[in-house]
């Protein structure tokens, strides 16, 4: 898809041309979609539970590379699990240790992938409100979230953001936007 929008480019060769350090690794790991999406390993958890407390909140310094290997290559339910025994052994949850042991947009970054882990519909739910919350709008945000998301999980997104907001999506868009802008959004979200 990208290749096609833009001009015959390579995503990857972009990614790598125009950020650094871990994140770039990041970004690349997650492009590559290595993602294991098998069950859940309990030994395995609780290794690399430990393995995240030892390479952040443990000793002075971060490993970045042990934090980017997991996030990227584990399956949800093995993360959850993972992230589970983690609150056991560092006493505070995983992001909040990325909050404290990282900066930047790899924090943002891999706080991301976190917050998708626990509840992606949550996530995409926060981003919307926080697109149209204030004077003016996102509309970047918004706009990539509701044409990317319609065809996948935007039911499910709706449904976090009347439980989270009490206000439907469509409500807020209606409250937010405007003219024919306003009319293919509330066309996207579909009926509340």
């Not at 290595?34 to 000793?59: C, H, M, P």
């Not at 006493?91 to 924090?107: F, T």
């Not at 996948?152 to 409250?175: N, P, Q, R, S, W």
Request: aromatic content about 8%.
């Amino acid at each position: 898809m990208y290749v096609t929008l833009e001009l015959s480019r390579d995503l990857e060769n972009d990614i790598a041309s125009e950020t650094s350090g871990h994140f770039k690794r990041l970004l690349i790991s997650l492009l590559q979609g290595q993602r294991d999406e098998g069950g859940v390993d309990e030994s395995l958890a609780a290794k690399e539970a430990q393995d995240l407390y030892d390479a952040g909140e443990k000793q002075w310094g971060t490993d970045e590379s042990i934090f980017n290997k997991i996030l990227v290559t584990r399956s949800y339910a093995q993360l959850q699990r993972t992230f589970d025994i983690y609150v056991k052994i560092a006493k505070q949850d995983v992001y909040a240790a990325i909050q404290s042991e990282m900066s930047g947009d790899l924090r943002d970054a891999m706080q991301a992938v976190v917050r998708c882990v626990h509840s992606r519909p949550m996530y995409f739910a926060e981003k919307l409100y926080k697109s149209m919350k204030g004077a003016g709008t996102d509309d970047t945000t918004l706009i990539r979230i509701v044409v990317s998301r319609c065809e996948v999980d935007l039911e499910d997104i709706k449904e976090k953001f009347l439980e989270m907001y009490h206000k439907t999506l469509a409500k807020v868009i209606e409250g937010d936007c405007s003219g024919d802008y306003k009319r293919l959004l509330l066309a996207l979200v579909g009926p509340n």
